[in-house]
């Protein structure tokens, strides 16, 4: 094997670690927890508020839990204000080990794992194996 496809297989196999790193940590988050419905109160800047255009919007989210009313931050990093969504329902995960954030449900984390998965396949097969 030439340095460029030890390169080439290395690249991979960091594509598929992160891909599988990325359900990993989704269902380490998700796992124990209970699926509920929440109202979305206000999406905004987490962090600093002086960087433009840096993303990192989170919803805030009101549910119940436990016979509780509660108010949690989503575990998203939108890129954009989504402020057009307050007073939307959407499902949530809760874990009571981690109260004041949850999970939103929806399947990207699973689509970029198989986006990053196939991607170090792809790069193993079309280019760390001479044809």
């Given at each position: 094997?030439?340095?460029?496809?030890?390169?080439?297989?290395?690249?991979?196999?960091?594509?598929?670690?992160?891909?599988?790193?990325?359900?990993?940590?989704k269902?380490r988050?998700?796992?124990?927890?209970?699926?509920?419905?929440?109202?979305?109160?206000?999406?905004?800047?987490?962090?600093?508020?002086?960087?433009?255009?840096?993303?990192?919007?989170?919803?805030t989210v009101?549910?119940?839990?436990?016979?509780?009313?509660?108010?949690?931050?989503?575990?998203?990093?939108?890129?954009?204000?989504?402020?057009?969504?307050?007073?939307?329902?959407?499902?949530?995960?809760?874990?009571?080990?981690s109260p004041?954030?949850?999970?939103r449900?929806?399947?990207e984390a699973?689509?970029?794992?198989?986006?990053?998965?196939?991607?170090?396949?792809?790069?193993?097969?079309?280019?760390?194996?001479?044809?």
């Open positions: 094997m030439t340095a460029l496809q030890i390169f080439y297989w290395a690249l991979g196999l960091v594509f598929i670690v992160l891909g599988l790193a990325c359900v990993a940590e269902y988050t998700v796992r124990g927890g209970t699926l509920l419905t929440a109202r979305i109160l206000k999406c905004e800047k987490d962090g600093p508020k002086t960087r433009k255009g840096s993303g990192g919007y989170r919803y009101e549910f119940e839990a436990d016979g509780v009313r509660r108010t949690a931050l989503t575990n998203d990093a939108f890129w954009f204000n989504r402020s057009r969504n307050i007073g939307q329902l959407i499902a949530v995960w809760y874990n009571p080990a004041h954030l949850v999970e449900k929806s399947p699973e689509l970029l794992s198989l986006f990053f998965v196939a991607l170090g396949v792809a790069v193993i097969l079309w280019l760390g194996i001479p044809w």
